[in-house]
C-alpha cells in the first residue's frame, strides 16, 4: 500500500480496486484495537505470573484476582475483534462468536461450580471445550498478525496456544511443560502488544479497496 498524493486534509492511497483514504474513524479504530490487545496482554501475562508464583497452593484470595483479570481479558478480547481489520468477513464473525461461545461456556461453569475460572480449567480439563472457544479467538489474532506481518512471536504463538490446551485437555504433558509454555504464552503476548503499539497505523487499516470491493460483491 503506497501513498499516491494527498489532498488538503487527507492522504490518498492507491489500493487494489481504486485510491482511498485514511480517515480519523479508521485511526481511532486502530488505535482501539492496540489498546484492547495491550489490557488483554497485561490481563493475561499478570494472571499467569500469580497462578505460577504462587503454584501449587494457590490462596482463593489469588484465585479471585485472577478471575477478575480473566473477565478484564476476554471483554479487551472482545473489544479487539470489533475494532480489528479482516478482509475475510466470515473469518472475523467466526472469532467473534468463539469469544462469544468461550465466554458464555465460562459463565456458566463458573455460576454451576462457584469456582474461580483458572481453578475449572486446571482441575477439569474437559472444560476446555468449552472454555478453550475464547482462546481458539485469541489464536485466530495471533494467525492473522503473522500471516498479514510476518511476526516471529505470534508465529510461535499460534502453535503454542493450541499445544497448551490440547496437551491439558489430554493430560499428555507434565505439569513443568505446561507452565513453561504457560509462562512463554504470556511473555510472547506481551511482546506482541507492546511491538503493535509502535507498528505504523495505515497497515493496520488495510487496503480499504479490498473492503469495498468485497461488499459490494456481496450485495
Given at each position: 500500500m503506497?501513498?499516491?498524493?494527498?489532498?488538503?486534509?487527507?492522504?490518498?492511497?492507491?489500493?487494489?480496486?481504486?485510491n482511498?483514504?485514511?480517515?480519523?474513524?479508521?485511526?481511532?479504530?486502530?488505535?482501539?484495537?492496540?489498546?484492547?490487545?495491550?489490557?488483554?496482554?497485561?490481563?493475561?501475562?499478570?494472571?499467569?505470573?500469580?497462578?505460577?508464583?504462587?503454584?501449587?497452593?494457590i490462596?482463593?484470595?489469588?484465585?479471585?484476582?485472577?478471575?477478575?483479570?480473566?473477565?478484564?481479558?476476554?471483554?479487551?478480547?472482545?473489544?479487539?475483534?470489533a475494532?480489528?481489520?479482516?478482509?475475510?468477513?466470515?473469518?472475523?464473525?467466526?472469532?467473534?462468536?468463539?469469544?462469544?461461545?468461550?465466554?458464555?461456556a465460562?459463565?456458566i461453569?463458573?455460576?454451576?461450580?462457584?469456582?474461580p475460572?483458572a481453578?475449572?480449567?486446571?482441575?477439569?480439563?474437559?472444560?476446555i471445550?468449552?472454555i478453550?472457544?475464547?482462546?481458539?479467538?485469541?489464536t485466530?489474532?495471533?494467525?492473522?498478525?503473522?500471516?498479514?506481518?510476518?511476526?516471529?512471536?505470534?508465529k510461535?504463538?499460534?502453535?503454542?496456544?493450541?499445544?497448551?490446551?490440547?496437551?491439558?485437555?489430554?493430560?499428555?504433558?507434565?505439569q513443568?511443560?505446561?507452565?513453561i509454555?504457560?509462562?512463554?504464552?504470556?511473555?510472547?503476548?506481551?511482546?506482541?502488544?507492546?511491538r503493535?503499539?509502535?507498528?505504523p497505523?495505515?497497515?493496520?487499516?488495510?487496503?480499504?479497496?479490498?473492503?469495498?470491493?468485497?461488499?459490494?460483491?456481496?450485495?
Open positions: 503506497q501513498s499516491a498524493e494527498s489532498n488538503t486534509t487527507l492522504a490518498v492511497y492507491e489500493g487494489q480496486f481504486g482511498f483514504t485514511i480517515t480519523p474513524s479508521d485511526r481511532q479504530s486502530v488505535i482501539i484495537y492496540r489498546s484492547a490487545l495491550m489490557v488483554a496482554a497485561v490481563c493475561f501475562a499478570a494472571a499467569t505470573s500469580l497462578i505460577l508464583w504462587r503454584s501449587p497452593n490462596e482463593l484470595d489469588t484465585l479471585q484476582l485472577v478471575n477478575w483479570l480473566y473477565i478484564g481479558f476476554s471483554i479487551a478480547l472482545g473489544i479487539a475483534l475494532t480489528i481489520h479482516i478482509y475475510l468477513a466470515i473469518l472475523h464473525r467466526a472469532l467473534q462468536l468463539f469469544l462469544a461461545i468461550g465466554s458464555i465460562a459463565i461453569l463458573a455460576s454451576q461450580t462457584h469456582q475460572i481453578q475449572i480449567i486446571y482441575q477439569q480439563p474437559l472444560t471445550l468449552g478453550g472457544f475464547t482462546f481458539a479467538a485469541l485466530g489474532i495471533f494467525f492473522k498478525e503473522a500471516f498479514c506481518f510476518d511476526r516471529f512471536e505470534t510461535i504463538l499460534t502453535f503454542i496456544v493450541p499445544a497448551l490446551l490440547l496437551g491439558h485437555l489430554t493430560n499428555l504433558l507434565p513443568t511443560i505446561e507452565s509454555l504457560l509462562a512463554t504464552w504470556a511473555g510472547l503476548f506481551l511482546i506482541f502488544a507492546i503493535k503499539s509502535i507498528q497505523i495505515p497497515p493496520d487499516i488495510g487496503d480499504k479497496s479490498v473492503f469495498d470491493h468485497l461488499k459490494k460483491n456481496q450485495k
